[in-house]
């Protein structure tokens, strides 16, 4: 099992940014898909972005397309997420989350692909 940590969360003014960061610890392994996602009070958590462990090439939810930025450091066992020109929108619990299989595509946004989860950081946008 592998227990993921997320920081870096906290209130911003919109076209400002934050970089949230993921720790992993226990059974981590190199083959891993690692994802953020995001949920706000009454909605489903959506997907924001994944990478592969190793790197490789991420994939981007539309919304945050060109503005985030999702990478690995396996050194560390740390994801992050870099995000710029944020905006009111952006504002919710943001949350790192694990996969057995590396792929990371348009096929791996669903929540139910990851099997372990961050207790969440929050990420508050003003306008």
Do not use: H
Not at 93 to 120: E, H, N
């Amino acid at each position: 099992q592998v227990q993921l940590v997320e920081s870096g969360g906290g209130l911003v003014q919109a076209g400002g940014s934050l970089r949230l960061s993921c720790t992993a610890s226990g059974r981590t392994f190199s083959d891993n898909g690692m994802g953020w996602f995001r949920q706000v009070p009454g909605k489903e958590r959506t997907f924001v972005a994944c990478i592969n462990w190793r790197g490789g090439i991420p994939y981007y939810a539309d919304s945050v397309k060109g503005r985030f930025t999702i990478s690995s450091d396996n050194a560390k066992n740390t994801v992050y997420l870099q995000m710029n020109s944020l905006k009111p929108e952006d504002t919710a619990v943001y949350y790192c989350a694990a996969r057995k299989t590396p792929f990371c595509s348009v096929a791996y946004i669903d929540t139910i692909l990851y099997t372990s989860w961050g207790q969440g950081t929050q990420v508050t946008v003003s306008s």
